[in-house]
């Protein structure tokens, strides 16, 4: 599985961003998708994922103001960012789990928002 993903960018507190994370190969073997973020100098934690049956789960860092979500048909993932904060500045990736083999991680998208 390859996953690209793109939408990063710099944005004003209070703004948005839209995230993709499309996905190609075997994606039949994925069960799970989701977003993680890197802050400069900390650990990659967990933003949000989503399962194939739609349920979703998200940090209480970014309950309310991020939703996750999927195209089936364009194999996409998405994260849409809103009242984005100073603190949400970081590298985002996607990420997916799969039935067989390690997961997948996409090349990171920069997020950049200023005060």
């Known amino acids: 599985v390859q996953l690209q993903a793109s939408g990063g960018g710099l944005v004003q507190a209070g703004g948005s961003l839209r995230l993709s994370c499309a996905a190609s190969g075997s994606i039949t073997s994925i069960y799970v998708m989701g977003w993680y973020r890197q802050a400069p100098g900390k650990q990659r934690d967990l933003v949000a994922f989503?399962?194939?049956?739609?349920?979703?789960n998200y940090a209480d860092s970014v309950k309310g103001r991020f939703t996750i979500s999927r195209d089936n048909a364009k194999k996409t993932v998405y994260l849409q960012l809103n009242s984005l904060k100073p603190e949400d500045t970081a590298v985002y990736y996607c990420?997916?789990?799969?039935?067989?083999?390690?997961?997948?991680w996409g090349q990171g998208t920069l997020v950049t928002v200023s005060s």
């Open positions: 990420n997916a789990l799969k039935t067989t083999g390690p997961p997948s």
């Open positions: 989503i399962t194939n049956l739609g349920d979703t």
